[in-house]
């Protein structure tokens, strides 16, 4: 059964005429053509399909379309604003922490809802919230390490 569902997309009001079932992930990729936005394992294990929902980070692939329903979706194309690239962005860029760049979409959007909890985490912190996100090149180093740069710039200090 088609429904309307309503929810902002990156800032935007949107409307979808969908199963309320499909897979939100799909939804993004399929209808709305949003591919940042990866397939990887399908059972929330790795962290490729990563988006913010009300800014907390959730796996798409195991969500409705219509649990994001009158809810603030950001997808990695979202992220940049008025052709400024995220801090987060801009960190994993300047400290080349994406390789292959298959799992850094949602790498990328799990550290900004961690940053938005925790604009300074520890070294350990970093690993803890991002212990879900897989990545198969192994950059996980530098994963870290432009986390920590990209929050002091959340907080009002150096720019990237």
Known sequence: MIETIQLELNGTPTKLEIDPSTILM???RNELGLTG???GCGLGFCGSCTILLDDEPVRSCMLAVSDAAGKKLT????LAKNGELHPVQKAF?????????????????N????LLKNP????????EGMEENLCRCGTYGRIIE???????EMKGGVKI
Request: with cysteine; hydrophobic share 40%; proline share 4%.
């Open 111 to 114: 550290a900004v809802g961690l």
């Open 75 to 78: 997808t990695i194309e979202g």
């Open 146 to 152: 432009s986390i920590q740069m990209a929050g002091i």
């Open 120 to 127: 300074e985490p520890s070294r350990k912190e970093v690993i």
């Open 37 to 39: 936005t990866k397939f």
């Open 93 to 109: 860029i300047k400290n080349d922490a994406q390789q292959c760049g298959y799992c850094t979409p949602g790498m990328i959007l």
């Open 26 to 28: 799909w939804a993004l």
